[in-house]
C-alpha cells in the first residue's frame, strides 16, 4: 500500500516495513536450515539451529516491545494504519489471537502428516509436524486449554472497558456537552474539555494495560509452543508462522490496492 508524500505516517509504520523484511530474512534462513537437516540426526547437536530459532522468536519479541514502546498512542495501536484491511479483520486487542498459535500447529501438523501418508515416506526418515508424540500432543492441548482460559480473563475485561463507554460518568459529560452546545454557551468550554480529557485519558490508560496483556499473552503463547517441540519441528512451525504472516499482508495489500 503506498503512502501519498503529504499523508501522516505513523512511526510505527516505518518499524514494521523493517520487521517484514527482517521476517522474511529469517524465514528464508529457516526454510534453508529445516532442508538440510530434514533427514539428518545432528540437528539436536548443532549450535547455528538453536541460535536461528532463538532469532527468529527474539524478532517476534522485538515486535512486541516495540508494541509496548509506542503504547502511548495506543488507538493507532488498536487499528493499526500499517495493517490492510483483510488484517484488520483478524485483530483480536490490537493483534492476533494466541491460541492462533496452536490453531497454527495442528494445522501444519495435519498438512505435513498428509503429504507423507500421499508420498509413502517412511516415518523414521520424516520428524517434522507430522510425527508429534503422545507427550507433545498432551502439553499441547494443554497449553491450548491454559491459553483459551487467559484470553477469556482479557476478554472479559476488555467487553467491561467497553461497556464502560456508557457508564455514568461518560453519559453525564456527554449530556453537560450536548446542553452547551444547543445554548451556545462557551465560557464553560474550558472546564468541560479537561473533565472530557481527563475521562478519556482514564480509558486510554486502561487501553494500554489491554493491550499490553494481550501482547504478553501472544508471545508467551507463541513461546510455549516452540518450547514443546524438537529443534527441526519448531523451524517447520516458525516457517508456517512466518509464510502465514507474510501472505495475509500481501493478500490485504492486494485486496486494498484494487
Not at 42 to 63: C, F, Q, R, T, W
Not at 201 to 225: C, H, P, Q, W
Request: charged share 30%; aromatic share 8%; glycine share 4%.
Amino acid at each position: 500500500m503506498t503512502t501519498p508524500e503529504n499523508t501522516y505516517r505513523h512511526p510505527f509504520h516505518s518499524f514494521f516495513d523493517c520487521w517484514l523484511v527482517e521476517l522474511n530474512n529469517n524465514l528464508e534462513k529457516l526454510v534453508s536450515a529445516a532442508n538440510h537437516h530434514h533427514e539428518d540426526d545432528d540437528i539436536n547437536d548443532d549450535p547455528d539451529s538453536y541460535s536461528l530459532i532463538d532469532k527468529a522468536v527474539g524478532h517476534y519479541e522485538e515486535y512486541y516491545k516495540a508494541k509496548s514502546d509506542g503504547a502511548n498512542d495506543v488507538l493507532s495501536m488498536f487499528l493499526p494504519p500499517w495493517l490492510t484491511t483483510l488484517e484488520d479483520s483478524f485483530l483480536w486487542i490490537g493483534g492476533w489471537r494466541p491460541t492462533t498459535a496452536v490453531h497454527l500447529l495442528y494445522s501444519k501438523s495435519g498438512i505435513q502428516l498428509e503429504a507423507r501418508l500421499a508420498d509413502l515416506v517412511p516415518q523414521l526418515n520424516c520428524r517434522d509436524l507430522g510425527d508429534l508424540t503422545s507427550n507433545q500432543m498432551k502439553r499441547i492441548d494443554e497449553l491450548q486449554k491454559k491459553t483459551i482460559g487467559e484470553e477469556r480473563v482479557i476478554s472479559e475485561k476488555m467487553a467491561r472497558l467497553q461497556e464502560s463507554a456508557a457508564d455514568t460518568s461518560m453519559v453525564d459529560l456527554s449530556n453537560m456537552e450536548s446542553e452547551m452546545i444547543r445554548k451556545n454557551e462557551y465560557h464553560g468550554r474550558k472546564d468541560s474539555d479537561e473533565k472530557v480529557e481527563s475521562a478519556l485519558n482514564g480509558k486510554n490508560d486502561k487501553l494500554v494495560e489491554m493491550l499490553r496483556m494481550a501482547d504478553g499473552l501472544r508471545i508467551e503463547t507463541l513461546k510455549s509452543v516452540v518450547e514443546i517441540l524438537t529443534p527441526l519441528q519448531a523451524m517447520y512451525f516458525l516457517i508456517a508462522a512466518a509464510e502465514l504472516h507474510l501472505r495475509l499482508h500481501d493478500w490485504g495489500m492486494k485486496k486494498d490496492a484494487a
